[in-house]
């Protein structure tokens, strides 16, 4: 199995969403889960590819020259500082759907955080462009310095809970 893992935005030239009360940025923080999750996949038996940077249709094409079978990107939300939760977004195909709903049951399980579903994710850039099962993942809400904060105390599970999901839809069929 090749997982491609696309943690989201790009550390020099588009840090995503900020903290600016404890000086987080969501290029980092989604680093860091994407490379702790690697890690446990290919502990796992798995071919992993992680990919950040600013050029998305690069991201994607990569993806999809690698032949990889399932694409996650990695994110953490923003809003108004005060709303939270995990969502995570799904492209079209009935595979994105059980991948996206296995990563949502592990991170939900895991983290605690609100519940705010699987998302219609067709709008989004690498689910459009990505041929394999694609899911994006918004982990909590980096504006929310409460929930960023359980986070950080809980970030080694957020990255177990990532691999879990791949590794429960591999058991379900994928």
């Not at 600013?54 to 108004?80: K, P, Q, V, Y």
Request: overall charge negative.
């Amino acid at each position: 199995m090749l997982v491609y893992l696309n943690p989201g935005h790009d550390i020099r030239l588009d840090s995503g969403a900020v903290n600016r009360e404890l000086n987080l940025r969501e290029c980092d923080l989604a680093r860091r889960a994407g490379t702790a999750s690697a890690r446990l996949l290919r502990e796992a038996g798995h071919d992993v590819l992680v990919g950040q940077a600013d050029n998305l249709s690069r991201i994607c094409t990569e993806a999809n020259e690698a032949g990889a079978d399932i694409f996650i990107s990695i994110h953490f939300n923003a809003f108004n500082t005060h709303v939270g939760g995990t969502e995570v977004y799904v492209s079209g195909s009935t595979a994105s759907a059980r991948l996206g709903a296995s990563i949502y049951e592990n991170l939900q399980k895991s983290l605690h955080f609100a519940p705010r579903g699987l998302k219609d994710g067709s709008r989004l850039f690498v689910l459009r462009q990505t041929v394999m099962p694609s899911v994006l993942a918004e982990i909590c809400f980096i504006d929310n310095t409460a929930e960023i904060r359980r986070y950080l105390e809980t970030e080694a599970e957020a990255a177990a809970a990532l691999a879990a999901g791949v590794e429960n839809y591999l058991r379900s069929g994928g």
